[in-house]
Structures are given as C-alpha cells and as structure tokens.
C-alpha cells in the first residue's frame, strides 16, 4: 500500500498472488479463452473489449471476485471495481 494511503478509511485488503491476472490477461486475449468465454455465456460485445484491460485492472478484478467469494455473496449482489490501467494488444505483442 502506498504511504499516502489512510488506512483509518480501509474496510478490507486483499492479498492476490501475480499469476491470477497474468491468467486472466491471458484469457481475454489469446482466441481460445475468448471462445471460452463466450461459450460461458460472457457477451460477444464484452468479450471483444477485455483486451483493453491491462494487469493491474486484471487484479483489481480478481481482488474483486475473491472478496465476494470470502463475504459469500451470490445473485442480486453487486461488487465494483476500478480498472485503473489498460493494455494495448500490439504492445503486449498479441493480436485480437
């Protein structure tokens, strides 16, 4: 956590281990997790704009999905996140 941050206003930190979103970037971006993730049901149009999310968007994700999962929270419960960076494909060297 960064110095500036004022833990007094912090309800949870959440640890994630580097490989979660590096799996996760991965999924979005390479053609068969795309097709995965349509056949789970993910929308074409959502699917076509997870290669914008960059690795610590990914994380943040992935923190966000483990907190619901410790709170047990199910359908008709909400968790947002912030996608704090993004990725360009031709940098990654990874085509859409």
């Not at 970037?25 to 704009?49: A, C, H, S, T, W």
């Not at 943040?60 to 929270?73: G, H, L, T």
Request: net charge negative; with cysteine; charged share 20%.
């Amino acid at each position: 956590m960064p110095w500036i941050h004022n833990v007094k206003n912090t309800d949870m930190v959440m640890a994630v281990d580097d490989e979660a979103p590096i799996q996760m970037i991965r999924l979005f971006n390479e053609p068969e997790g795309k097709k995965y993730l349509v056949q789970m049901g993910v929308p074409q149009d959502l699917v076509n704009v997870l290669n914008l999310v960059g690795i610590s968007g990914a994380a943040n994700i992935a923190s966000a999905i483990k907190m619901a999962k410790w709170y047990e929270w199910g359908e008709g419960e909400a968790v947002v996140t912030v996608l704090t960076d993004s990725m360009s494909c031709t940098a990654a060297g990874w085509t859409s």
